[in-house]
């Protein structure tokens, strides 16, 4: 008997808004050079005009995942992801992909609240599931419209950007297998990093506070950086193996993952695309999906509350 074949990603898509607009940071910066340090500005970014909905973009990204991978809407049995900030605390705005993309009523949705890893969480409930039987197409899907959520007066602010992005996840002897997973939790960063209404306009946004942005200091610069190692340590994999993709929250921090980890390739679009919160690593695999030319990939992003996530590929 033929061994099965691996759970792989088969395709990846991604979908922008069209208005890319130089970021430019506001007069009335609030916050010590510490943070605005940690944040600067040489980049672009993609923002959602009045009439857009960013559940619209994660439906062209799914819908041109799927055509890729020779799938129709009819067959992913799982929809995991998340639409950050939903129109909605509940449900949330992946409900509206499912019904408008088409998928079908036996597809289970999943929405997976877990910020800036919600990505790599998705594709560990996937290689899950199809490994267990319980699912045979997973699609993963994703859309951030941080833009409208976040105050500009925070250096952090500026370089935000909305994007979609998804993924199918099935058996196959193409694309990306799905090798290994490391996580880690750093709960007593819990509240240093907080979506929430704020004042009396109603409306959720992000804030960093001075908790905040030692977290992004310490764990956030440090603790993907060593998840890597563990990852790659235990599999036996070397970093001139690797093709990074990451979250993108700054240039800055770009460069140390970088310098720590020292990949044979660090793919980011930062100086185009900024920082585009949950979805910039598959955004950049989409984008680089025919290019990359290491046996494996890394995928790393990190979460507010605190947490670190990644995920290891082999080309096939």
């Not at 340590?233 to 720590?260: F, G, K, M």
Request: charged content about 20%.
């Amino acid at each position: 008997m033929a061994a099965a074949a691996r759970i792989s990603i088969v395709s990846a898509a991604a979908s922008l808004p069209p208005t890319s607009e130089l970021a430019v940071r506001s007069d009335r910066v609030e916050g010590d050079n510490a943070e605005s340090a940690l944040f600067p500005v040489r980049c672009r970014r993609n923002v959602l005009r009045d009439h857009e909905h960013i559940e619209q973009f994660v439906i062209d990204a799914a819908h041109s995942a799927l055509g890729q991978a020779g799938l129709t809407t009819q067959d992913p049995d799982r929809l995991y992801g998340y639409v950050s900030v939903s129109e909605y605390y509940a449900p949330n705005g992946l409900y509206a992909v499912h019904r408008d993309l088409g998928l079908s009523d036996s597809c289970l949705v999943v929405p997976i609240n877990s910020e800036f890893t919600n990505n790599i969480v998705g594709l560990l409930h996937a290689w899950e599931g199809v490994l267990t039987g319980h699912s045979h197409c997973a699609l993963i899907a994703s859309g951030t419209s941080w833009t409208r959520h976040v105050q500009p007066q925070h250096p952090h602010a500026v370089i935000v950007s909305d994007a979609a992005a998804a993924v199918v996840v099935k058996r196959s002897d193409h694309g990306l297998a799905i090798v290994d997973v490391e996580t880690e939790t750093v709960s007593g960063e819990y509240g240093a990093m907080t979506m929430g209404v704020r004042g009396g306009g109603g409306r959720p946004t992000f804030l960093m506070n001075e908790a905040g942005v030692e977290a992004f200091k310490s764990t956030g610069h440090d603790g993907p950086v060593r998840l890597v190692r563990r990852l790659l340590a235990r599999n036996d994999v070397l970093p001139s193996e690797v093709t990074l993709l990451s979250h993108q929250p700054s240039s800055a921090i770009l460069d140390y993952w970088n310098d720590q980890i020292q990949p044979k390739r660090h793919i980011h679009t930062f100086a185009e695309n900024s920082n585009m919160e949950q979805s910039a690593a598959l955004v950049n695999l989409a984008q680089y999906w025919n290019e990359i030319d290491t046996r494996y990939v890394v995928m790393v992003g990190l979460g507010i509350g605190a947490h670190n996530a990644g995920i290891l590929l082999e080309r096939h």
